[in-house]
């Protein structure tokens, strides 16, 4: 199976990398964008057909080495 | 003391952390390499700084999970002494050993210069050395050094006494202007509940000698060998 995991920062935490990004936006003349927030996808190849047990296992992964529960926050997409 | 330095693929400041303990403090010190889990019963841990893993996914996110981290969260269970410096702090974070997170410095620039910082804790085996309030100057160099925790976390650690540095400027006053990475309160290094486990972004191996110009890491590790 094909999983997404995208991890992004929460929004309690300050992201400049967002910040310069959203100001960039700003200076190509589209100052609809508000904010910006950078994150990152993971996409894993993952063997097994049971949604439900694949799914706790991506949980894991994700909590365990994907992102920082102090910083981020994640989701994940299976197909 | 017998001290391991630990060597994560990427440390680089493995050598400074060695010649440090054997040449200038007359320790008992050798590397451990990451894949070893034997600390040959060291008393004292160091993480050194550099940029293990090449600072992939997340700094210190790859070297909490290599072998030689499980034997150094038992030692520190134990009551053994960990100081993680600058990579090494970011890799106590991450392996849970110490709150909080160290994120991107928040003006997006690599800082690398030397900087005030203050010693808010001197009840501490890692400071019993210093005078209470004392100004220190020692050399940062760091990307992802900012210290962040939530509001809980913050306040926990105030009244736990465990902020153990904070930037500074030159009259020892915590401000904005002599924060150079954003951290949350100016906080430079912390230690946990039980006092054994130090992390800190500045170098205080590059201030341990007077032919480099300046002395004020070394009470780090004074404080702890006297207190041994």
Redesign the interface.
């Known amino acids: 199976m094909k999983a997404t995991i995208i991890v992004t920062?929460k929004k309690?935490?300050?992201d400049?990398?967002g910040e310069?990004v959203k100001n960039a936006i700003h200076q190509q003349g589209m100052d609809c964008v508000t904010h910006a927030r950078i994150g990152k996808i993971i996409e894993l190849d993952i063997s097994g057909t049971d949604v439900t047990l694949t799914r706790q296992k991506l949980e894991k992964i994700a909590l365990e080495?994907?992102s920082?529960p102090?910083?981020e926050d994640f989701r994940i997409e299976l197909e | 003391m017998r001290w391991a330095v630990v060597q994560f693929p990427g440390s680089n400041c493995d050598q400074d952390c060695l010649y440090l303990l054997q040449e200038v403090l007359k320790q008992e010190a050798y590397y451990v390499w990451h894949k070893d889990s034997d600390l040959k019963n060291a008393d004292g841990i160091v993480l050194p700084g550099g940029f293990s893993y090449g600072d992939y996914?997340?700094c210190g996110?790859i070297a909490k999970?290599s072998p030689v981290m499980k034997s150094v969260v038992q030692a520190a269970n134990e009551g053994k002494i960990v100081v993680g410096i600058c990579n090494g702090f970011q890799v106590l974070?991450?392996s849970g050993l110490l709150?909080?997170?160290l994120?991107?410095?928040?003006?997006?620039k690599f800082r690398c210069h030397q900087q005030l910082i203050r010693v808010e804790n001197t009840k501490t085996r890692f400071t019993s050395k210093y005078e209470s309030q004392a100004v220190l100057n020692l050399p940062i160099a760091h990307g992802e050094g900012?210290y962040?925790?939530?509001p809980s976390t913050l306040k926990s650690i105030a009244q736990n006494k465990q902020i153990l540095f904070r930037y500074c400027s030159e009259e020892g006053s915590i401000t904005d202007f002599s924060n150079p990475n954003?951290a949350c309160e100016n906080i430079a290094g912390i230690c946990n509940t039980k006092g054994n486990v130090l992390g800190l972004m500045p170098h205080p191996e590059r201030a341990a000698e007077s032919a480099l110009g300046c002395v004020d890491g070394l009470g780090i590790f004074q404080s702890i060998i006297n207190g041994s």
């Open positions: 920062p309690s935490v300050l400049p990398q310069a080495v994907l920082n102090v910083i | 996914l997340r996110a999970l974070c991450e709150p909080g997170a994120i991107r410095n928040k003006n997006l900012s962040f925790a939530d954003g």
